[in-house]
């Protein structure tokens, strides 16, 4: 008995039935204090609840699935579906008007006696998010941080944080309700008390930041400001009448201007304008730029227009940004591609001719702090931290390389398509192995119908590993017949692979193996998914890395895309999976393709891999055998925008991506 109490006191319908009915008691108090008579004052109450919770739903749906309302009107307007936003509850005040009007009652002045039992009744709502686990924050490590059974680990409390906003704002237009001259001012002051502690609290939600209005503002941050600026309108429309309707123009048109300002540019518009924008920047060492004639003759008959930055001097990453700016302004602050020419030195290697900066980054989680370098900012041209630009970097040391690689990229171009369009796809790595399966089949079913896959798998019980100690020559012996792309998951490092152990024996993939690559005919992309195996700022006497070994090779993939620094399993996952996912929608380049990735990744703003994966079953079981030392780094906000940020591509970036489509 005492456990069925428990539960129902723990129930959101529970709560949620507290809050309207002890909000409701103080709505009719007030409004019986206004002059209202009781029937009046419980028929406003009512039809208010009932239009202010179709309010919640109707602007949930309008702002996550609209074509609900063409698709199923009744659905989309069901209150009683549990997904519903507070912010959408102000708009019951509609019902509120057609009963005050039939009635004869002032609007203003009684609208303004519902508003403290409004947000009284959403702080005790908020008890009820509290005990459902609904509407929970990001994860953090603050001291007050409490449990998310949604995500698994400490978040914000911010069921917590939106109650003590609301409590407040009860106390506050309470206060304000005692003076009748203020009255019908009240119900706007909730609005703009609403607004703000929303948009705050919001900053700290773990839910899905939503379609983004506003750069940098989550979706009901955007809805926030919407709703101060109109009950701020509504206000000084109320308070000074005739000047108010000029004061009230003037900042709705403001915000319009504002909004349209800072909207984020639409992906579908950043392509026609870097399309129509034909203007390809190079940016490489002085000793370089005679050897690129071949190559700029190349790309102008494309159609682009090549400009080709040569520095006697190593420049900084900041010169190689302003640089990229000011050429990108003659052609709408946009650029078609960024080619970076040459290899990024070790410290102590800089003095070097060969030398070009990439932008070095650094993140902290917990204790530990991590430095890598990245390519991905030099693309960044409206300075929003998201990349608007492909960037390849031909990671040369000397002409004679560059000379290989210039000659890849030029008999890669005048190459048919592949036929048949061959995909090799090797997955594998130590401690993931009872997963690897599961997550082959699933990628298996992702991939066009039109792509002929070559599968080796690092499970050596499965059908698609064969005899393990083959496997690097098969992933090679398969690239040099040629392949529309590949793929490579598994456990990294600098020089090697490690997709698998057989008989206590490591089987890896490693810089030296590359020369049993035996065609010199280029191929479709190389994803090389794992840690540290696209480092290109390493001591000279240290050798290439694996991926340079690829990229300086005269045939394999015409481009390599891999980290830099060591990245975790379940975002190399999600890349893999979008990746699939892309490959059918891709029209255009190998950059344009690895842009559309960057920018997903970019755009999952401060949500951490657990957020992310949280309805992924595949993901789940990734998450399940994660070492506890690691395990973490999951919940970190923005680790998978972080780790996108590794992976750099290595070769022409204007490479096309030869598909049927």
Not at 142 to 157: C, F, G, Q
Request: some cysteine.
């Amino acid at each position: 008995m005492a456990e069925s109490i428990l539960n129902f006191a723990g129930d959101y319908w529970f709560w949620g039935s507290v809050g309207f009915i002890t909000g409701s008691i103080l709505v009719v108090h007030n409004m019986l204090k206004n002059d209202c008579s009781f029937p009046v004052a419980v028929m406003t109450v009512t039809v208010g609840i009932y239009g202010g919770l179709i309010g919640t739903r109707v602007l949930y749906v309008l702002i996550f699935y609209p074509r609900l309302f063409l698709d199923n009107l009744p659905l989309a307007i069901a209150f009683w579906q549990q997904t519903g936003t507070w912010l959408g509850a102000p708009f019951g005040a509609l019902g509120c008007f057609i009963v005050l009007k039939i009635a004869k009652k002032p609007f203003w002045t009684n609208m303004g006696c519902i508003a403290p039992g409004l947000a009284l009744a959403h702080a005790i709502c908020r008890i009820g998010c509290l005990c459902e686990g609904c509407c929970y924050g990001a994860p953090t490590f603050v001291p007050w941080a409490i449990y998310s059974k949604e995500l698994n680990t400490m978040v914000h409390p911010t069921q917590i944080y939106s109650m003590i906003g609301e409590l407040t704002s009860a106390v506050i237009l309470q206060l304000l309700w005692r003076k009748p001259q203020w009255r019908k001012y009240g119900f706007c002051s909730y609005g703009m008390l609403l607004a703000t502690h929303r948009f705050i609290s919001d900053a700290f939600r773990g839910s899905e930041n939503g379609p983004e209005i506003i750069t940098g503002l989550r979706v009901f941050q955007t809805v926030c400001v919407f709703i101060f600026v109109l009950s701020l309108c509504v206000l000084v429309i109320l308070k000074w009448q005739k000047r108010g309707w000029i004061i009230a123009t003037f900042l709705a048109t403001v915000t319009a201007i504002v909004t349209v300002t800072l909207r984020p540019r639409p992906d579908s518009e950043l392509i026609s304008a870097r399309a129509d924008a034909k203007l390809y920047l190079v940016a490489t060492r002085s000793c370089f730029v005679s050897h690129l004639a071949e190559w700029k003759s190349h790309r102008s008959k494309e159609g682009f227009s090549v400009v080709i930055k040569g520095w006697e001097k190593a420049p900084t990453s900041n010169q190689i940004k302003k640089w990229i700016k000011e050429q990108s302004k003659n052609s709408g602050d946009i650029c078609s591609y960024l080619l970076i020419v040459g290899d990024c030195a070790a410290d102590e290697d800089k003095i070097t001719q060969w030398h070009m900066p990439s932008v070095k980054q650094l993140f902290q989680i917990g204790n530990k702090q991590t430095e890598f370098l990245t390519d991905i900012l030099y693309g960044d041209i409206d300075g929003d931290e998201c990349p608007d630009v492909p960037v390849g970097r031909l990671a040369v040391q000397s002409s004679l390389e560059l000379k290989t690689q210039i000659n890849k990229v030029l008999n890669y171009s005048r190459l048919p398509l592949p036929q048949p369009n061959r995909a090799v796809i090797w997955i594998g790595a130590k401690g993931y192995t009872s997963q690897i399966q599961n997550i082959t089949h699933a990628l298996i079913q992702l991939l066009p119908a039109w792509i002929d896959n070559t599968i080796i798998s690092g499970d050596i019980s499965s059908p698609y590993s064969g005899y393990p100690p083959d496997q690097p020559k098969k992933f090679l012996a398969e690239m040099s017949r040629g392949v529309f792309l590949s793929v490579v998951a598994s456990h990294g490092s600098f020089r090697s692979i490690t997709p698998t152990i057989y008989e206590g024996k490591e089987i890896f993939l490693c810089v030296e193996d590359i020369a049993n690559l035996t065609t010199h005919r280029p191929c479709g992309p190389l994803f090389l998914l794992g840690c540290d195996s696209g480092r290109f700022d390493t001591n000279k006497a240290l050798g290439q890395s694996l991926a340079e070994a690829f990229a300086n090779h005269p045939g394999g993939p015409i481009v390599v895309i891999s980290a830099t620094g060591s990245t975790n399993p379940v975002t190399n996952y999600l890349i893999t999976q979008a990746m699939m996912q892309q490959i059918e929608q891709n029209q255009g380049t190998i950059g344009d393709f690895w842009l559309t990735i960057q920018r997903k990744f970019y755009n999952f703003r401060s949500l951490s891999l657990l957020q992310l994966t949280r309805d992924d079953k595949l993901a789940k079981q990734l998450v399940q055998v994660i070492p506890d030392n690691e395990r973490f780094m999951l919940s970190e906000p923005k680790l998978p925008r972080i780790e996108i940020m590794m992976y750099n591509l290595i070769g022409d970036p204007a490479s096309e991506f030869k598909s049927p489509n």
